[in-house]
């Protein structure tokens, strides 16, 4: 099954920058895109980021659009993202996962997620 280790996080104030990092292991060889989602107590995981691996549009939420940027490799399967700027309210874990060829159906497995917090 697909694997995804995610790293990067840690401890910051806020203004601050970290680039977390997404190595993938056996994605789907249709894959359409891969993303980052955050996650924190009592809340759903919610895609933040997202970028196909071939063409198409890269997606940001509205509470991370024009701070965070999304990037990969698709020789390495790997993603990153560029966190400028952050905020208190960024404060969570952070997953990654790609999809299996249709947009919006990620993998079933997740990594170990990394934290990231934010002082103010």
């Known amino acids: 099954q697909v694997q995804f280790v995610e790293s990067g996080g840690g401890l910051v104030q806020a203004g601050g920058f970290l680039v977390l990092s997404c190595e993938i292991s056996g994605r789907a060889l249709d894959s359409f895109a891969a993303g980052w989602f955050r996650q924190t107590p009592g809340k759903d995981r919610d895609l933040i980021a997202g970028?196909?691996?071939?063409?198409?549009?890269?997606y940001y939420s509205d509470s991370v659009k024009g701070r965070f940027t999304i990037t990969k490799d698709n020789h390495k399967d790997t993603i990153w993202l560029q966190m400028h700027d952050l905020k208190p309210e960024d404060t969570a874990v952070y997953y990654c996962?790609?999809?299996?060829?249709?947009?919006?159906?990620?993998?079933?497995?997740w990594g170990q997620g990394t934290q990231v917090t934010v002082s103010s």
């Open positions: 996962n790609s999809d299996f060829g249709t947009p919006g159906a990620w993998s079933g497995s």
């Open positions: 970028i196909p691996w071939e063409r198409g549009n890269i």
